[in-house]
T-cell receptor, first 112, second 111 residues
Framework: KQEVTQIPAALSVPEGENLVLNCSFT??????LQWFRQDPGKGLTSLLL?????REQTSGRLNASLDKSSGRSTLYIAASQPGDSATYLCAVRSQGNEKLTFGTGTRLTIIP | NAGVTQTPKFRILKIGQSMTLQCAQD?????MYWYRQDPGMGLKLIYYSVGAGITDKGEVPNGYNVSRSTTEDFPLRLELAAPSQTSVYFC??????????FGSGTRLTVV
């Protein structure tokens, strides 16, 4: 059974800093991994999707990497801004499986 | 370009009542999903569908039912609501091997 872990559960950093969010998964047989952002009381917004054959994806100040063999992904946020404050969730779609398995998220606070 | 639309956004139910959460997508995605999100617990899959007429259980299906008569719609039915079903419910769709699109959620309270 796939399990997805995100550590830390919460993170506070001053504005302008670069930061890394971590995601680990137990079964390396995956189709893809997706990072989402969730604002309080809102739905999930897809940030980046990495297919199993890829090592990283970039969108603006965001860069997500995938190391399938070690069961790890990182989300790098450059030059953080207060508007980046949100909960970040990673989710894995395992091979032979139509479902996403979610981590419990990292709640990020950027301090102005 | 609506994406995934969920209604209602909020609802309060009394114990034992029933209701249907609506979900519609306009992207012609074959795959649709219902998740629930409890505080600090992440998202848990309730039911999913790989196409019209095909549904299957997820991790936490008890107390819920679904149907998929069209590609666009995937309603979730709660029978005999219980306080344990107080949660935020998200519907999502996917074209298959690519990413998911989520609705904005339905916040349900059972009292």
């Amino acid at each position: 059974k796939q399990e997805v872990t995100q550590i830390p559960a919460a993170l506070s950093v001053p504005e302008g800093e670069n930061l890394v969010l971590n995601c680990s998964f137990t079964d390396s047989a995956i189709y893809n991994l997706q990072w989402f952002r969730q604002d309080p009381g809102k739905g999930l917004t897809s940030l980046l999707l990495i297919q199993s054959s890829q090592r990283e994806q970039t969108s603006g100040r965001l860069n997500a990497s995938l190391d399938k063999s070690s069961g790890r992904s990182t989300l790098y946020i450059a030059a953080s801004q207060p508007g980046d404050s949100a909960t970040y969730l990673c989710a894995v779609r395992s091979q032979g499986n139509e479902k996403l398995t979610f981590g419990t998220g990292t709640r990020l606070t950027i301090i102005p | 370009n609506a994406g995934v639309t969920q209604t209602p956004k909020f609802r309060i139910l009394k114990i034992g009542q029933s209701m249907t959460l609506q979900c519609a997508q306009d992207m012609n995605h074959n795959y649709m999903y219902w998740y629930r999100q409890d505080p600090g617990m992440g998202l848990k899959l309730i039911y999913y569908s790989v196409g019209a007429g095909i549904t299957d259980k997820g991790e936490v299906p008890n107390g819920y039912n679904v149907s998929r008569s069209t590609t666009e719609d995937f309603p979730l039915r709660l029978e005999l609501a219980a306080p344990s079903q107080t949660s935020v419910y998200f519907c999502a769709s996917s074209p298959g091997q690519f990413g998911y699109t989520f609705g904005s959620g339905t916040r349900l309270t059972v009292v």
